[in-house]
């Protein structure tokens, strides 16, 4: 059983940077695939970035490339969210989920993530 806690989320202004941090523990962190997800009122939850269980794989949403970074730490089991030149349409709560996966590859079908942690609220004004 993988359990995960996201913090780092906040109120930032247009243009800003935040950085959120996702901790796993119950697991060997470097077999799961990890992505960050989002869901902003209204809205159906959209993945926003994705990592493979080496790091060495990823995958970001059209609306946040060239924005955001994904990045893992695996000996501190740690995925994080670099996120600059955030934008009011960023606004959402963001979740971290994990999936075990056999072969070192992102995993993009959302339903297949087993593991989802509690979500961090971003909150971008304009």
């Known amino acids: 059983q993988v359990q995960l806690g996201e913090s780092g989320g906040g109120l930032v202004q247009a243009g800003g940077s935040l950085r959120l941090s996702c901790a796993a523990s119950g697991g060997t962190f470097s077999s799961y695939a990890m992505g960050w997800f989002r869901q902003a009122p209204g809205s159906e939850r959209e993945f926003v970035a994705l990592i493979s269980g080496s790091g060495g794989n990823t995958d970001y949403a059209d609306s946040v490339k060239g924005r955001f970074t994904i990045s893992r730490d695996n000996a501190k089991n740690t995925v994080y969210l670099e996120m600059n030149s955030l934008r009011p349409e960023d606004t959402a709560v963001y979740y971290c989920?994990?999936?075990?996966?056999?072969?070192?590859?992102?995993?993009?079908?959302?339903?297949?993530?087993?593991?989802w942690g509690q979500g961090t609220q971003v909150t971008v004004s304009s």
């Open positions: 989920a994990a999936v075990w996966s056999l072969v070192d590859t992102i995993v993009v079908e959302t339903t297949l993530y087993d593991y």
